[in-house]
C-alpha cells in the first residue's frame, strides 16, 4: 500500500492485489459492497495518518475508486468539511461519507474543472508524464464551459490504454468526476460553449501550459 498526500486535504492511496488478499477483498467486493470494505478503509486512513499526518476525525470524506489494467485500486480521499479538531490516533470515519466511484469500462466520462487554469495545470502534469499519447487514450476528449464550470469530455474511451492509469491519477488532483452519463454529455454539447471540440488535452498541451 502506498500514500501520497496531495494536498492539505486530499491523498491518494494506491492498494496492490496482496493488500486485498490480505483482507480478503477482490474488484467486485470493493464496488458493490463498502461495508465489507470497511477494515481496508481504516487501514488506509490509519496509514495515512502515521506517514503523511492526515487526520480524518471531524470530516466528511469524498472517497473517489478505479482499478488499473495492471490490478491496482487508486484512491483518492478528500476532506470536504473542516472543522477545528484535535488530531487523534483514531481516524473516525462518519457513516455519511459519500463515495463515487470510477467505472473503468465506462464509455464517457466527464470531468469538471474550477477555473480554465486549472485545466492548464493538468494538462502541464499530463505533458511531464513519459510518452503520454492523447489520441490513445479515448476517440476524442473535447473541453465545455457550462454554468461557469469547464467539463472534460472523454468520449469512447479506450480502457486498454496504457496511458489509463496516469490519467485517472492525475486528473484527480486537478478535477473531480461528474459523469459518466450520455444524457449530461448531450445537454453540454447542446447547452454549452465549445472551448475544444477535439483534442482537448493535447491543444492545452501545446498552447496553455501553465
Known amino acids: 500500500m502506498k500514500i501520497e498526500k496531495l494536498t492539505e486535504n486530499k491523498i491518494r492511496v494506491i492498494v496492490n492485489s496482496e493488500d486485498l488478499k490480505n483482507n480478503n477483498l477482490d474488484y467486485q467486493t470493493i464496488m458493490e459492497k463498502p461495508i465489507e470494505s470497511q477494515k481496508l478503509f481504516l487501514e488506509m486512513l490509519l496509514k495515512a495518518e502515521k506517514e503523511v499526518g492526515f487526520y480524518t476525525e471531524g470530516y ?26 484535535t488530531p487523534s490516533n483514531k481516524p473516525k470515519v ?3 461519507k459519500k463515495i463515487k466511484k470510477v467505472n473503468p469500462k465506462s464509455n464517457t466520462s466527464i470531468y469538471k474543472f474550477s477555473s480554465f487554469e ?7 502534469a499530463m505533458h511531464n508524464i513519459a510518452n503520454f499519447q492523447p489520441k490513445k487514450l479515448a476517440k476524442n476528449i473535447a473541453l465545455y464551459l457550462f454554468n461557469d464550470t469547464y467539463y472534460l469530455i472523454l468520449s469512447n474511451i479506450n480502457t486498454e490504454s496504457i496511458h489509463i492509469p496516469a490519467f485517472y491519477s492525475t486528473i484527480s488532483e486537478f478535477a473531480s468526476l461528474a459523469s459518466h452519463s450520455e444524457t449530461f454529455k448531450m445537454k453540454l454539447l447542446e447547452h454549452g460553449k ?8 493535447e ?3 501545446k498552447y496553455f501550459l501553465s
Open 60 to 85: 466528511k470524506l469524498l472517497v473517489e475508486a478505479f482499478s488499473s489494467p495492471d490490478g491496482l485500486f487508486v484512491f483518492t480521499i478528500t476532506k470536504y468539511i473542516e472543522k477545528p479538531t
Open 118 to 124: 486549472e485545466f492548464c495545470e493538468f494538462c502541464t
Open 94 to 96: 462518519t457513516p455519511k
Open 203 to 205: 491543444t492545452g498541451i
Open 194 to 201: 465549445a472551448i475544444m471540440k477535439r483534442n482537448a488535452i
